[in-house]
Each structure stands twice: as C-alpha cells, then as structure tokens.
Nanobody, 126 residues
C-alpha cells in the first residue's frame, strides 16, 4: 500500500500564493504517477494536475494552466502543487492521489488512482 499525507493548506487572500505538499510512503516504488484533485462543497471532485513519477511529465486542467505548477522530489517521495494568483473559486479541499497504472501521454482518469490522501483545505477569501 501507499500512504499519502497532504499539507500546506490554509486561508489566503485573493491573489496570494500557496504551496501544497504530498508525502508518499509505503510501496512508493509502485507509483507511476501522482495527481492533485480538488472538491468544492457540493461539487464533484475534479482534476487539477498530474505528474509521472519517473519522467516528470506534467498535465494540467485547462483552467489551472499558467497559475498552478506541479513538481516532485523523487528522493523525498513528495509531490508539490504551487498555486499562484489564487481566486475565491479555488476554494476547495485539495486531495493528492497516486496510481500504479500506465497512461500514455495523458493524465490518468480519476478512477485510475489507487490511493488518496485525507485532503487539505484551501480557502481563498478577503
């Protein structure tokens, strides 16, 4: 199994930046890619960004391109999500997830992720 623990959420003002972290432990050698998702109250969980563990290929939801950046530190088994120019509509619980399934040249779909973190709350409000 893989255990994922997110951190870095909080309350920020519009226009601020925030960096989330997700530390993986356990069978990390089995991870093919990791992703960030978010879920606002009453809404579906949606894809934010993903990164392949070995090659570092990155994928973003269209609305996140240019504002969010995903990265990883293989040595620390940690994936990051740098979020800039935050807006109130970015308010959500952000989840980290991992999958051992291979998807060529595309981010894995939500249902492909084997393991999920507990989530970290991000609130953007003035």
């Amino acid at each position: 199994q893989v255990q994922l623990v997110e951190s870095g959420g909080g309350l920020v003002q519009p226009g601020d930046s925030l960096k989330l972290s997700c530390a993986a432990s356990g069978r990390t050698f089995s991870i093919y890619s990791m992703g960030w998702f978010r879920q606002a109250p009453g809404k579906e969980r949606k894809f934010v960004a993903a990164i392949t563990w070995s090659g570092g290929n990155t994928y973003y939801a269209d609305s996140m391109k240019g504002r969010f950046a995903i990265s990883r530190d293989n040595g620390e088994h940690t994936v990051y999500l740098q979020m800039n120019s935050l807006k109130p509509e970015d308010t959500a619980i952000y989840y980290c997830a991992s999958t051992d399934r291979y998807y060529r040249n595309q981010p894995p779909p939500l249902y492909a992720y084997n393991y999920w973190g507990q989530g970290t709350q991000v609130t953007v409000s003035s």
